[in-house]
């Protein structure tokens, strides 16, 4: 299909395209990809620690994926939601079986930002009331609903679509919003969580959404002991919890889920990106005590495509014959384990936070006053470019000062190697 490719054709298209990206574009034409590698047109390999935005859960185009898809799209390729499949009921069935404690519903969507509007309708069949709680520096997508949900764009004109927000500081315990320190501060950013709640509206909010491990804001972590606190607020003022998991879900912190790692089980667990192994596939598991959706509530004609319910049942099959959460602690152990060396020599770094494969390194000028170093960070995307690393940054959201290291949970140790050997040698050149 592809074979006659002229320069004028690909310039005509560039031209031709109407904006809606993230970010700036980078100038790479892809010409394929192999586990963690993607190739330019002129034969260039990159490794990629952005995993395609975490989507590359397996790498590119893993052989048992692309098997799995190739026998099914022999059989049919799209089916309406009405029917039953053998990809969507057996998924379903899957997907059940490894979600924690009660989540045993199974619903799905098209995107992130449909999924997490599914997770929204579920609250309010569930619960009265219109007030939704998010945490500050969220991302949850840019649908008109969901674009409120998150942290304010800049230039954002589209808020007056969703639902009332209030917005509560986040455990950023790098930059306390309380000027504490972990683990004296005994979670007080909870306590100032429940005030703001309790007397910033004149309704009862009926859910919290928030991602366990914020990466589009920052790549922020949390202590543990704050999801308890949180899931602990929730009850005691009667909203629902729910985990969008988009990012987090099958493997990236070496458990299926960070409900997993956590051992804190949301009402509602929004999933997507890497379980498609490269297809798209988004949804929402629910606790089996929630009521469900009514008819027509939630459906999207392309939703239970079994192309990609195909893709997913490999992917997570992949992710248990390869033992996948090994690999995804022990190379994120020693690329942890690395940066937090390197932290020892260059005062740049200012922050390593790392859980498995989900890995953010943010960049100050200064130790003492933590200014966000922003041009380096961008620097270290550039530079990484041509030294055949792709990483990944946090330009959009947040501060803009961290660089993110998330590559497909396939990652080999050679490969993670050259990774830390072009991190260094990218300080080394921002020291000049
Ligand atoms: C945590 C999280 N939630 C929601 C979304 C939105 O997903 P989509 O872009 O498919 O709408 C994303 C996408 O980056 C995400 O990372």
């Given at each position: 299909?592809f074979?006659?490719?002229?320069?004028?054709?690909?310039?005509?298209?560039?031209?031709?395209?109407g904006?809606?990206?993230?970010?700036?574009?980078?100038?790479?034409?892809?010409?394929?990809?192999?586990?963690?590698?993607?190739y330019?047109?002129?034969?260039?390999?990159?490794?990629?620690?952005?995993?395609?935005?975490?989507?590359?859960?397996?790498?590119?185009?893993?052989?048992?994926?692309i098997?799995?898809?190739?026998?099914?799209?022999?059989?049919?390729?799209?089916?309406?939601?009405?029917?039953?499949?053998?990809?969507?009921?057996?998924?379903?069935?899957?997907?059940?079986?490894l979600a924690?404690?009660?989540?045993?519903?199974v619903?799905?969507?098209?995107?992130?930002?449909?999924?997490?509007?599914?997770?929204?309708?579920?609250?309010?069949?569930?619960r009265?009331?219109?007030?939704?709680?998010?945490?500050?520096?969220?991302?949850?997508?840019?649908?008109l609903?969901?674009?409120?949900?998150s942290?304010?764009?800049?230039?954002?004109?589209?808020?007056?679509?969703?639902?009332?927000?209030?917005?509560?500081?986040?455990?950023y315990?790098?930059?306390c919003?309380?000027?504490?320190?972990?683990?004296?501060?005994q979670?007080?950013?909870?306590?100032?969580?429940?005030?703001?709640?309790?007397?910033?509206?004149?309704?009862?909010?009926?859910?919290?959404?928030?991602?366990?491990?914020?990466?589009?804001?920052?790549?922020?972590?949390?202590?543990?002991?704050?999801?308890?606190?949180?899931?602990?607020?929730?009850?005691?003022?009667?909203?629902?919890?729910?985990?969008?998991?988009?990012?987090?879900?099958?493997?990236?912190?070496?458990?299926?889920?960070?409900?997993?790692?956590?051992?804190v089980?949301?009402?509602?667990?929004?999933?997507?990106?890497?379980?498609?192994?490269?297809?798209?596939?988004?949804?929402?598991?629910?606790?089996?005590?929630?009521?469900?959706f009514?008819?027509?509530?939630?459906?999207?004609?392309?939703?239970?495509?079994?192309?990609?319910?195909?893709?997913?049942?490999?992917?997570?099959?992949v992710?248990?014959?390869?033992?996948?959460?090994?690999?995804?602690?022990?190379?994120?152990?020693?690329?942890?384990?690395?940066?937090?060396?390197?932290?020892?020599?260059?005062?740049?770094?200012?922050?390593?936070?790392?859980?498995?494969?989900?890995?953010?390194?943010?960049?100050?000028?200064?130790?003492?006053?933590?200014?966000?170093?922003?041009e380096?960070?961008?620097?270290?995307?550039?530079?990484?470019?041509?030294?055949?690393?792709?990483f990944?940054?946090?330009?959009?959201?947040?501060?803009?000062?961290?660089?993110?290291?998330?590559?497909p949970?396939?990652?080999?140790?050679?490969?993670?190697?050259?990774?830390?050997?072009?991190?260094?040698?990218?300080?080394?050149?921002?020291?000049?």
């Amino acid at each position: 299909m592809f074979e006659h490719i002229s320069q004028e054709d690909l310039d005509a298209g560039w031209k031709a395209l109407g904006g809606g990206g993230v970010g700036s574009a980078i100038p790479i034409v892809v010409s394929h990809g192999k586990g963690s590698t993607l190739y330019d047109l002129d034969g260039k390999a990159y490794i990629d620690c952005t995993s395609q935005a975490w989507s590359l859960s397996v790498g590119y185009s893993h052989p048992k994926v692309i098997s799995a898809v190739t026998e099914q799209i022999q059989k049919y390729t799209h089916i309406r939601t009405s029917f039953g499949t053998i990809p969507k009921l057996l998924l379903s069935k899957k997907l059940a079986e490894l979600a924690p404690g009660n989540l045993k519903k199974v619903t799905y969507a098209l995107s992130g930002s449909d999924a997490n509007e599914g997770a929204v309708k579920l609250a309010l069949r569930n619960r009265n009331g219109n007030t939704f709680v998010t945490l500050m520096d969220a991302y949850h997508g840019r649908s008109l609903a969901m674009i409120n949900f998150s942290w304010p764009h800049p230039n954002n004109r589209f808020t007056s679509f969703s639902p009332p927000i209030i917005r509560i500081p986040q455990a950023y315990c790098y930059r306390c919003p309380l000027r504490l320190e972990y683990p004296a501060c005994q979670l007080a950013c909870v306590e100032l969580a429940r005030d703001i709640i309790l007397r910033g509206t004149s309704e009862p909010p009926l859910a919290l959404m928030m991602e366990p491990f914020q990466g589009n804001g920052g790549m922020i972590c949390f202590p543990p002991e704050y999801f308890k606190a949180i899931r602990n607020l929730c009850d005691d003022l009667n909203m629902l919890l729910i985990f969008d998991e988009i990012q987090t879900g099958f493997g990236r912190l070496g458990t299926w889920f960070a409900a997993d790692y956590y051992q804190v089980i949301p009402d509602i667990l929004v999933f997507g990106k890497g379980v498609g192994g490269g297809f798209p596939l988004f949804g929402v598991i629910y606790d089996q005590g929630l009521k469900s959706f009514m008819p027509g509530d939630h459906s999207y004609t392309f939703a239970h495509f079994p192309v990609s319910m195909t893709a997913a049942l490999a992917t997570i099959q992949v992710i248990e014959e390869e033992n996948l959460f090994d690999n995804v602690r022990t190379i994120g152990g020693f690329i942890a384990q690395r940066l937090r060396e390197l932290q020892q020599s260059y005062e740049i770094i200012g922050d390593v936070r790392a859980i498995g494969l989900m890995i953010g390194v943010e960049l100050v000028k200064d130790r003492k006053t933590k200014e966000p170093a922003c041009e380096e960070a961008e620097k270290f995307v550039k530079e990484g470019l041509k030294r055949g690393v792709i990483f990944g940054e946090s330009r959009y959201m947040g501060l803009g000062n961290i660089v993110k290291i998330k590559p497909p949970l396939v990652i080999t140790q050679s490969e993670a190697e050259k990774v830390m050997e072009v991190f260094e040698d990218i300080l080394k050149a921002l020291k000049k």
